[in-house]
């Protein structure tokens, strides 16, 4: 039986009860350990009723005026923290939100609960959501509101209320169940963002399984793992490409027990259509449906989202209803967002991946907003044009789709000459002043500004589809300090967000009027932030807090354990640090920082992007030299590349052959004639483009002392980059080991 009341973290959770989970660990209470300094989020007057182990007063603040922080004992206890525990009976413990009785921090087992936490007031404070009660929250609301959007091949876009939308959810469900879907197992789903994406992993929740979608880059074997890990009776694929990685490993999948293709009719026997998994739905009464539904928790697992395995094997996250709903909510709340305003979201970035399912899927339906569907050789130039058809209100990319943007203006900039150059010169130099003074001091909008925004930079905007865009977002990988520099000048301030898959997607977040150009924004409403044993620079290891961290790797407690601590902060393996009024930094990750020989500690990421802004057609920087005395590095060239396979060409881009003619290179049209002619003008521009780097190096450690040219660009079909563009440093460094070695020899 489910107890349908809210349970509440109390000040010592520290015995050893017998658990029907007895993989799963109870909170041992206070935890005398590091030193460390806390942060709780800026601006919400927010205090959670057990902050366990604090090493900091945190003191009530307005919602326009950061926390004061002031440093105490890591062992002494703040008498600001409002510790008393608290039971609030809400309507949400009750039908789709009830809550398992649990009060574990975390499990990783499939069937497990953990306990939700609330805050006295704000959005933390808001009661428990599950997925369905989300959607039917939105349905009730606003039923004829348009949620989703998608082009069809006559060009028109076909549109779907949420009162459809609900419906199609439910009858992707009964079909599910009538599949063979068991409780507490999964529907993979591989393939390009779409509505039966969307239906897909909604309605693997609701029939009481869990969602997990699997990058449409993955291999056979990879797509196994998924399968078997999440135990997955349903495989959901988008085409024939799709489907024979499935038909390749199905017979080493025990559990599965039905397929379904929803782009083009199937040819392979046993494989169901999207017409047939609809009509199978259809033909099923609602009694079942309704019964899972009513076993539904919100704090039980709802979707498993595989991280990239950048940095090793990927690993099963266990998202739990409320982890998800808060974390949109949150985001929301934050960024004075109101449901109910025809906002718009272009969805293009993989769904298998947290970011683009909290702002996709969870935030669209907070929002009661409408999702457009991009084409799916979006990311290969196609983006643009949706984006100036559906013209969002909030857009959210990788750094790599703002640095393809920033390249295309660039080239057009080159072309414009006389006085239209000097026009649009200082239209940039004075948005780009106005943003640095308000950055520095609250300070009024000067007329030039407005004159500029009004009569040049709106048309920029409106070309680029991001005039009516209230929100530009920036997540899932480092951004460099220059490219949001240059978009300042465009009037278009880009907000990092900084999270992971196992906080649900944000953690920290920055607004177009509240942000530091070093900074990841701030803390959000209802979560906290702690740094960990920081240095002398205030540096250490970021660890969060909140109802959006997960509830463990499924059915990897070692991992789990070494992740969420027994307090429950979980901990990000990025290091970082927090400025006096809030703003998170992030200095690099705990496994990419080099150590050289002589002890000095180097994050190569903010280097490597310092590299890239300085010589513009560098594709890829690489800095190498853990235990060595000297740093090196590895340059990438932009070259054309395969619109089909997404592969790298050794054809140069016409942008890196301008370059080649500017220095008086002749005759050179691919990378492997570079390599072989090895132009020392191009070697000594590169040499120039390094020293300028070098002189903004903080210690002669940091600087780097050589340099080497790659034979092909880094890209997704090669390896070196995960989904997400982020490159996967073993991966290169196994790759071009005999190339580092030389720099060593």
Excluded at 472 to 490: E, M, N, Q, T, W
Excluded at 591 to 597: F, G, Q, V
């Amino acid at each position: 039986m489910k107890k349908q009341i809210l349970l509440q973290e109390k000040r010592n959770l520290g015995n050893n009860n017998n658990n029907n989970n007895r993989n799963s660990v109870r909170s041992p209470g206070h935890q005398k350990s590091v030193s460390m300094t806390d942060y709780d989020s800026q601006g919400d007057n927010e205090f959670v009723t057990d902050f366990a182990s604090d090493a900091t007063t945190l003191d009530e603040s307005t919602p326009e005026t950061p926390a004061t922080i002031n440093q105490v004992s890591p062992t002494t206890e703040s008498n600001n923290v409002n510790t008393k525990a608290h039971t609030k009976p809400t309507e949400s413990s009750k039908g789709l939100n009830q809550i398992q009785d649990s009060d574990l921090i975390y499990t990783s087992e499939p069937q497990g609960a953990t306990r939700i936490v609330l805050n006295e007031t704000g959005v933390g404070a808001q009661p428990p959501l599950s997925v369905p009660g989300l959607l039917g929250r939105a349905v009730a609301n606003y039923p004829d509101h348009v949620a989703i959007c998608q082009k069809k091949e006559d060009g028109e876009w076909k549109k779907i209320t949420y009162k459809e939308y609900e419906a199609n959810v439910r009858t992707v469900a009964k079909a599910f169940l009538k599949l063979g879907l068991e409780r507490y197992h999964s529907v993979c789903i591989i393939g390009f963002n779409s509505p039966e994406w969307f239906y897909s992993d909604l309605g693997a929740i609701y029939a009481g399984g869990f969602a997990a979608g699997m990058y449409t880059t993955n291999s056979p074997e990879a797509c196994l793992h998924c399968l078997v890990s999440s135990d997955a009776n349903i495989c959901v694929v988008e085409d024939a490409k799709q489907l024979e990685k499935i038909l390749q490993i199905k017979s080493q999948c025990p559990k599965l027990k039905a397929i379904i293709q929803y782009e083009g009719k199937p040819d392979k026997p046993g494989v169901l259509s999207w017409l047939e998994l609809v009509g199978l739905g259809n033909s099923q009464s609602d009694d079942a449906l309704n019964s899972v539904l009513e076993t539904i928790a919100t704090n039980e697992c709802c979707t498993l989202v595989y991280t990239s395995g950048t940095e090793g094997a990927s690993k099963p996250v266990m998202l739990s209803h409320d982890n998800v709903t808060f974390n949109a909510a949150a985001i929301v709340e934050y960024i004075k967002l109101s449901a109910g305003n025809d906002l718009s979201v272009i969805s293009f970035l993989p769904l298998s991946h947290i970011a683009a399912q909290v702002v996709d899927i969870y935030s669209v339906i907070t929002l009661a907003a409408t999702v457009w569907f991009a084409d799916k050789d979006a990311l290969k130039g196609s983006l643009i044009k949706t984006l100036t058809e559906v013209r969002p209100h909030v857009f959210l990319a990788v750094p790599r789709v703002w640095e393809k943007v920033h390249e295309k203006l660039m080239a057009v900039g080159k072309q414009t000459t006389g006085l239209k150059r000097w026009i649009a010169n200082y239209a940039k130099s004075t948005s780009l002043q106005h943003y640095m003074a308000t950055l520095e001091k609250n300070v009024s909008e000067p007329y030039t500004y407005r004159f500029v925004r009004w009569l040049i930079l709106s048309k920029v905007k409106q070309a680029m589809g991001l005039d009516r865009c209230m929100v530009a977002l920036s997540g899932a990988a480092p951004i460099s300090v220059d490219l949001k520099r240059y978009f300042l000048s465009l009037d278009i301030p880009i907000c990092e967000v900084f999270g992971m898959s196992e906080c649900a997607g944000a953690h920290t977040l920055s607004k177009p009027d509240d942000f530091k150009l070093e900074g990841v924004g701030r803390t959000m409403p209802g979560t906290f932030t702690k740094i960990v044993d920081p240095d002398e620079d205030g540096n250490g290891e970021i660890c969060l807090k909140g109802r959006h961290v997960f509830m463990g790797y499924l059915r990897l407690q070692d991992k789990t354990e070494s992740t969420i601590d027994k307090e429950g902060w979980l901990h990000s393996g990025d290091v970082g640090k927090v400025d006096p009024n809030g703003f998170v930094q992030i200095t690099g990750r705990i496994k990419e920082l080099l150590i050289t020989a002589g002890g000095e500690n180097v994050a190569p990421v903010p280097i490597e992007h310092l590299v890239q802004f300085e010589i513009p057609v560098v594709s890829n920087a690489f800095l190498v030299g853990d235990k060595k005395k000297f740093l090196s590095l590895l340059i990438s060239l932009r070259t054309k590349m395969n619109i089909n396979t997404g592969e790298p060409l050794d054809e140069l881009e016409t942008d890196t052959k301008d370059w080649l003619k500017s220095l008086g290179v002749e005759g050179i049209e691919t990378l492997r004639q570079l390599l072989e002619k090895k132009p020392e003008a191009v070697y000594k521009a590169l040499q120039v483009g390094i020293d300028r780097v070098n002189t903004k190096s903080i210690s002669n450690a940091q600087k780097i002392q050589k340099f080497e040219i790659l034979p092909a660009d880094f890209s997704l079909p090669t390896g070196e980059l995960g989904p997400t563009m982020k490159v996967k440093r073993p991966v290169v460094v196994k790759k071009y080991q005999s190339l580092i070695d030389k720099f060593y020899d």
